[in-house]
C-alpha cells in the first residue's frame, strides 16, 4: 500500500484595492497583481463613485467589485467583509508589486507575525515628488513610521476592521491593535509607490485633511501615537550621510516636512477644510 503525502495547502489571498478615479494608476497595479508568483488570490476592488475608466479597468482585472464610500476606512472594510481569503492584503490604487510580494507576505505571517508590513519605494516626476521618494528611501523598515498591510482576516474582523472615524493615521491604527506591543514584521519584497507629479500645495492639503484625524489618533494611543507623528524620526537622523551627499534633495526635504508638519498642525488645531478637495471629486467651480 503506497501512502501519499498531501500536498501542502495554501491560503487563498484576498487583495484590497480602494479606488476613487483611479485610471491612470490601477491598470499597472492590477497587472503586477496578475504577475504574482504566489497561488491562489483573488482581487476585490472598491471603488468610491468614480467618474473616469477605474469601473471598467476594474471589470478587466478584478475577481469581485464593491462600491463603497465615503472615505478609504469605510472601502476597506466592505472589501474585508466581502473577501474569502484566509489574508487579506491592503493596497492603494497607485502601487505596483514586485512578484514576489504576495508570497513574501505570506511566509512572513507564517512565522508567526500578526501584522506585516511591506517596504516601499516611490517614483514620480517633478521635485517634490523626488523629495517624496527621498524621504520614503529612510522609512522602508522604519517600525515606527511604516503600518502593516497584510493581515489575517479574522484578526481583522474581531480587531473591529479600519476605525472609520480616522482618514489618514487608520493605518497605524489598525497596526497597533492588532499587533499590540510587538513589533510589526516586515516582508522581504517591495512595494513601488508612484507618486505622479507631487506638488507642495498638495501635499500640505492632504497633511491638512489627515492632521482633523490626530487628536483622536492620540486619545486612543497616547504616547505610541506621538512618536509615529513626531517629524522627529530617528530614521532621518541615520541618514544624515545620504543627505549631506544630496544636499538639494536634503534641503527640499526640510521644506517639504516642514510645511506638512505646520499644515498637519493646522488641521489638528481644528481649522475647517472641505474633504472634498482630498479624497472626494472637487466641487465644481462657481
Known sequence: MVVRTPEPVTPLVSL????KNSQRTLAALLESVRRQDYQPIETVVVDNGSTDKTPA??????????????ERSAQRNAGIRAAA??????????????ADVVRAAVAAAGSGAEAVAVPEESFGEGFWSACKTFERSFYATDPTVCAARFFRRRRVLDAGGY???LTGPEDWDLSMCIAGA???????ARILHDEGRQS???LCRKKYYYGRSMPAFVRKHGGEAMKRISPLRASLF??????LRHPVLASGLFVMKSAEWMAGLAGL????????????SPPEQA
Open 16 to 19: 484590497i484595492v480602494t479606488t
Open 57 to 70: 479597468i476594474a471589470r478587466r482585472f478584478a475577481d469581485k467589485i464593491l462600491e463603497q464610500g465615503p
Open 85 to 98: 481569503g484566509e489574508y487579506v492584503f491592503i493596497l492603494d490604487a497607485d502601487m505596483v508589486l514586485d
Open 163 to 165: 476605525d472609520e472615524a
Open 182 to 188: 510587538a513589533p510589526i514584521a516586515f516582508a522581504r
Open 200 to 202: 507642495l500645495g498638495s
Open 238 to 243: 541615520f541618514g544624515v550621510g545620504a543627505m
Open 269 to 280: 488645531l481644528g481649522s475647517r477644510l472641505r474633504p472634498e478637495s482630498i479624497y472626494r
